[in-house]
């Protein structure tokens, strides 16, 4: 059984599941944080499949006063 683990598939897998982890944290934090997060942030962040990313924002997801705030510093 340990030969799933070291598969190919299953570890895209478990990557697909990190990304969407992370995807859903930042949301919520958002979401707890009581700012509105606007449907193109909402899939902006969903749509990201960059785990670094992913972590940067969550970390600006603390201190952000608006959702369109994640995304300042991205060059984008």
Not at 16 to 24: F, I, K, L, N, P
Not at 28 to 52: F, G
Request: hydrophobic content about 40%; charged content about 35%.
């Amino acid at each position: 059984m340990n030969y799933f683990f070291k598969n190919p598939v299953a570890q895209k897998l478990r990557e697909e599941t990190r990304v969407e982890d992370w995807s859903e944290v930042i949301l919520s934090i958002l979401k707890w944080r009581d700012i509105e997060v606007p449907d193109p942030v909402r899939l902006r962040v969903r749509a990201c499949s960059d785990l670094d990313q992913l972590k940067a924002w969550s970390e600006r997801a603390i201190h952000v006063t608006e959702a369109t705030d994640l995304f300042d510093d991205d060059g984008v």
